[in-house]
């Protein structure tokens, strides 16, 4: 099994530009997050996913979308960059055997710069 | 405060044992984690402990709960320059109906 793939591992984008991540679990998980992190802060969720065509906002959802047509793909938007979206990327996913509680499988990121 | 607390940076020598805290806010929490993450590279779960559990050891790892003052350790034994990496420490919180609750995550660096 792959676990947790993303594509790009890096990207450059300019001011404006638009972009989609791709995040996709191999484990048949039900749950999948978005996730940026930024030196000091730790790790903020964006959004995060219970199942296939079922999205919810977390901490930081401004300037993001996201979509989940398939139970193995979670997918996260960029429409207007803004050198405030500078930030490491994560994917995770998670099974739903104690709700929300339980171990997060985690991707190895990507690295997005917004000039 | 609503957040999950850590101390951003630890430094040991090699050899010596490390710890790392963390406080946590949910008294209902039922699971409470710890993650590894080495450098360019995302987490990876380190060990968990079950908030009935007082304390869990697991080779070099030990982690102790007290859930009355919700305070949560991770000890590394022998500590090695393997083990530099950030440490997270994460929360379940709402009866697990909400995600995880990460903390800031603490820097360990280890002098050889």
């Known amino acids: 099994n792959a676990g947790v793939t993303q594509t790009p591992k890096f990207r450059v984008l300019k001011t404006g530009q638009s972009m989609t991540l791709l995040c996709a679990q191999d484990m048949n998980h039900e749950y999948m997050y978005w996730y940026r992190q930024d030196p000091g802060m730790g790790l903020r969720l964006i959004h995060y996913?219970?199942?296939?065509?079922?999205?919810a906002k977390g901490e930081v959802p401004d300037g993001y979308n996201v979509s989940r047509l398939k139970k193995q793909n979670f997918l996260l938007g960029l429409e207007s960059a803004a050198p405030s979206q500078t930030s490491v990327y994560f994917c995770?996913?998670?099974?739903?055997?104690?709700?929300?509680?339980?171990?997060?499988?985690f991707g190895p990121g990507t690295r997005l710069t917004v000039l | 405060g609503e957040d999950v607390e850590q101390s951003l940076f630890l430094s040991v020598r090699e050899g010596d044992s490390s710890v790392i805290n963390c406080t946590y806010t949910?008294?209902?929490?039922?699971?409470l984690y710890w993650y590894k993450q080495e450098p360019g590279a995302g987490l990876q779960l380190l060990t968990y402990?079950?908030?009935?559990?007082d304390m869990k050891q697991d080779q070099r790892l030990t982690v102790l709960l007290n859930k009355k003052d919700k305070h949560l350790s991770l000890r590394i034994a022998d500590t090695q320059t393997g083990d530099s990496a950030i440490y997270f420490c994460a929360e379940s919180r709402n009866s697990g109906n909400t995600p995880l609750v990460f903390g800031k995550g603490t820097r360990l660096s280890v002098i050889a």
């Open positions: 402990i079950f908030s009935n559990m």
């Open positions: 995770a996913s998670s099974p739903p055997l104690a709700g929300l509680s339980v171990e997060q499988f």
């Open positions: 949910d008294s209902s929490s039922t699971y």
């Open positions: 996913s219970v199942g296939e065509g079922t999205t």
